[in-house]
């Protein structure tokens, strides 16, 4: 469809030269025409045309760590620490949800992010080929893989759905669906295991998206079993060979930094996360200066407990000032950088995350009109520290017009509100 928005602001993150105004053209799934960037062909003309007055048009957020269908388990278990919450209350829970669970949980997910302007998120979860299936009838962009545990007996049938996923999935619903292995951490996958997921990852070109020196108790268990950092550890594997997205990464040394920094690996950052289950604060202004991709994720609803990006980036830009006692650590154009652009090159993802001609048509409007968006000295600064997810009033992904008016527009969200309540109360019983 060819959609013409018109009067928006404008920011250009690329050369964080402040905001204009202007008009964004849609044709495709693509970007034809930002501001003054690009052409309009002779004779061009929309199908649609949107308001953008008082409207910022942003790319759209990319939530680079989640496992999306943890909706379900939303306030089910609180104020503990990461080893206990999951072993002792998330994992036995986990173990009695079935694969429709998984599929409506996951779009309880998509509602919310969507309502909040994300329109990519990085999934690790299971039943993963419903979770494609919720992806793919609602629209949005997602890098989606299976979690993997190495100890236990579904350490071999986790492999089988990751080939089966790699089979059928990945590129589908329209290039939509990124298909990565997720090994779920360096505590629940032993050498050998980990040697079979590269060999999967070699064989079809996949990346590894990996939960990373998250807790102390992390640091110190694979001290003991393996004498080294978790960073070592999966080095010494050869999983920085491949393409890396590392969530947390809260406990690095300076040699880990580096080994990050030469692979190319990125990182996904959770700072709410780890300031719930309380495993510390990631290095993340020593993993910028290194020169490592950094994207912001929630995590899952049971550890945030929202998926909320707006508040994310407020989260990760007051957290690391503070933590430095420096208020010029991470800057809103930053910030707001980490959450679209680097969150796109932290997923492989390329033409995406920028508001540029030819790039992927995936946008967000946020609505400037509300009390707290005024007055509009900065609108940068305002998405990072006065905004909320419920200010976004238009998402485009793929060049398809996802919600409007706060409405969305590809699922039933009363039936998803429905669904949930029924399956929550279910697993409760
Ligand atoms: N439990 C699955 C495989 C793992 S999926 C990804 C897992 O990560 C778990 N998870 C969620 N948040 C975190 C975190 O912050 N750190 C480590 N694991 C987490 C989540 O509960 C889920 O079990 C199975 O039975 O096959
Ligand atoms: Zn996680």
Redesign the pocket.
Known sequence: MKILIKDCYLCDLLRDSGVTTGDVAVEGNRLLKVGGEGELPLGWKPERVIDGKDHLCLPGLINCHT?AA?TL?RSYADDLP?MHW?EKK??PM??RLTGDDVYWGTLLAIVEMIESGTTTFSD???FTDRVAEAVEVSGVRACLS????GI?D?AE??LEESRELLEKWQGAADGRISIWL?P??PY?CPPDFLDKVLTLAQDYRAGIHV?VA?TKDEIEQIAREYGKTPVAYLSERGVFRFPVLA??CVYLTEEDIETLAAAGAAVAH?PE??MK?A?GIAPIPELLAAGVTVGIGT??A??NNNLDMFEEMRTAALLHKVNKGDPQVLPASQVLSMATRDGARALRLDDLGLLQPGYKADLILVNLNEAHLHPRHNPVAHMVYSARGGDVETVIIDGRIVMEGRKILTIDKERVLAEVEERARRLLS
């Open positions: 496992h943890m388990l990461l999951l998330i994992w986990e173990a690790m979860y299971f299976r979690g993997l545990i236990g579904s049938q986790g997720g779920h951490a629940t939960h998250e969530a947390h959770n996360s780890n289950l495993s995590d899952g049971s550890s």
